[in-house]
């Protein structure tokens, strides 16, 4: 026995031990009893669980044994079998695993196998750039880190990011050993923008833009030509606010009256 006390005849031993003893019946006879106590090794382990696939027995328990002993396995009350360090093909659910010695001692320990949760992910693509030259597709992961899934896309790039330069149709395959999901993308480029950008600006301040300073009612064109040719133009309209010319004239009130006046004489002009 381990982590126990053993009593005998009044005495208690925390080791082992061998006994002997006499009795003198009322004939003088001495009996002699020779009790041997010995005590075994404790049973030390640890446990570990693999995830399992929703409906599916295919998670394993791991068992680290810190004691050597010849030894029996028990999994929820049926006899279980050890194959390497483990116990192999069992589905989601609570597990209470025995482990009991050649004497019969047992030490006992409780693990839950779960299964793994779908793949939560939001998918990051635009067309190419025609100033860039390139975009980058992406694969955001929720609820796994890019160790704990594989991803693949169709032009043989692993890992969450593929960056292209060419347009076409794309696949990425994200799987978490359970389920396989296909993304299909369609990539145009590169692609021509044309953008429009208005500002307004209030009166008597200026606006810097594209390394200039304005101060009146302008549009401005900007186009950038990449080296396949593809032009991106974007017009600017500023626009500025009005001047105002003005003349104000203002009469104080009496005490404790509001019969004070402001008067505005304002003329508007650009």
């Excluded at 208690?12 to 041997?36: E, F, Q, W």
């Excluded at 006992?108 to 793949?119: F, L, R, T």
């Excluded at 978490?176 to 590169?190: Q, R, V």
């Amino acid at each position: 026995m381990f982590w126990k006390t053993y009593e005998l005849e009044g005495n208690v031993y925390l080791k082992d031990t061998t006994i002997v003893l006499a009795k003198m019946n009322p004939s003088g006879c001495i009996d002699t009893t020779r009790h041997i106590v010995k005590f075994t090794n404790e049973i030390a382990f640890s446990l570990n669980a693999t995830y399992s696939c929703p409906n599916k027995n295919d998670a394993n328990i791991g068992l680290e044994l810190l004691s050597s002993d010849t030894y029996k396995y028990y999994i929820n009350g049926a006899e279980a079998e050890l194959t390497g360090a483990s116990f192999k093909n069992f589905g989601a659910g609570n597990y209470l695993i025995e482990i009991v010695d050649q004497y019969g001692c047992k030490a006992s320990e409780s693990i839950q196998i779960i299964d793994k949760q779908a793949v939560e992910y939001e998918l990051v693509a635009n067309d190419i750039s025609c100033i860039d030259g390139f975009t980058v597709l992406k694969v955001k992961l929720k609820n796994y880190t890019e160790s704990q899934v594989t991803i693949k896309w169709s032009n043989g790039i692993s890992g969450v990011e593929n960056k292209i330069t060419s347009g076409g149709n794309y696949t990425v395959e994200i799987s978490n050993g359970c389920t396989n999901i296909s993304e299909p993308f369609d990539i145009k480029g590169p692609v021509s923008t044309n953008l429009f950008k208005k500002y307004i600006v209030c009166s008597g301040n200026k606006l810097d833009l594209l390394d200039k300073t304005f101060s009146r009612d302008t549009i401005v064109y900007r186009t950038v030509v990449n080296a396949l040719g593809c032009v991106d133009s974007t017009t600017y309209d500023l626009q500025f606010g009005q001047k105002f010319n003005y003349i104000l004239d203002i009469t104080g009130s009496c005490p404790d009256k509001n019969d004070g006046k402001i008067f505005i004489d304002m003329k508007t002009q650009r």
